[in-house]
């Protein structure tokens, strides 16, 4: 089985291609959109100019879209060879927020200083680490199906970067990696029973640390019953349901939310959803989640495809980073209508902060080259037929 097509000609895309990009693009500009709106009153408070956030983050989207067509151009096999330097970069990265490099905010050590910018390490240490287990189950695929060491032995090591995930602490950054993890160890092949109970030894895990830390513990009171404590443990879910029934079936219009007005904290970043679902409404709401599904499908497709091919690599890192995407999508999402307790996620694409974005969109770069190599396959087997 052949693990990547070689570096080929670029032909024309199919309809996946097409949809990945069209609804990427959506999100970004819903993302300028809803940044413009949500932080012109905390960007003029804070830093005296009301455009401070959306010009940034218009800066951080022209980078993005760069790094995504410089992505798009790197043949899969360059991402398999180096799948050691991957595994090193990111141990370095989370090894070095954790000493003085690490910028705090609010608590937390997630940030290493680059100047004019932050890095958010997790951001970058996540996709490095999913790279690596995509090479991992390509050139270790007979002992990762038959052996208990094939499977454990990466999971070690993403364990080990757990655990310097919880040390900043990135606790959501936690759940969305090992989620990807052992989603691109099933799609490799493993068997059901090993599968489980690797599953259910994570889950176990994950309730653990879940339950070591008070204000975790106080997060998921909260989750619960946030009206209960609504001034306090239960603030940002209170006001971001307050924000989602303001706004009801189409919303008050663009700009005229009152959440944003220093009611809802981080309202361009964590809680950007509710303030676009009150002033969009839940029509606009839900159109943001269909434009994500669109996006998480035509991922799913492009791996599934690449799998079809042949393209073991291609298609075990499709289904990884489309996972990555969708996982912080959807958590952020429930987090902000109270389906799940408060996470700091950003949401892809849409949220501001340059970290998330650059990296989501070398993340779309990577499965377009995925597309790309499957077509260029199909057409050398026509030509060969």
Known sequence: MTAVAGNMPIRTPRRELTALLLSAGVLLTTGIVMIGSASMDVAAQNYGSPLHFVLRQSVYVVFGCLAGLVAANIPLVWWLRGAWLWLAGAFLLLILVLTP????????????????ANLQVSEAAKWLLVVYLAGYVVRRHAEVVATWPGVLKPLLILGAASGLLLAQPDFGAVVVLMAAAFGVI???GVGLGRFLVVSL?????????????PYRIERLVAYLDPWKDQFNSGYQLTQALIAFGRGEWTGTGLGNSIQKLFYLPEAHTDFIFAIAAEEFGLLGALGILLTFTVLVLSGL??????????????????YGLTLLIALQAYINMAVNTGLLPTKGLTLPLVSYGGSSLVVSCVTIGVIARVQMEVEDQRAQEGEAS
Do not use: E, H, P, Y
């Open 301 to 318: 497709r492009i791996a599934r495809q690449a799998r079809d091919a042949g393209m073991t690599f291609g298609a075990c890192l499709a």
């Open 101 to 116: 490099l690490g910028v705090t905010v609010n608590g937390s050590t997630r940030w290493i200083s680059l100047g004019a």
């Open 201 to 213: 030894t994570g889950l176990a895990l994950g309730a653990a640390a879940l339950f070591s830390q």
């Open 186 to 188: 099933f799609v490799s």
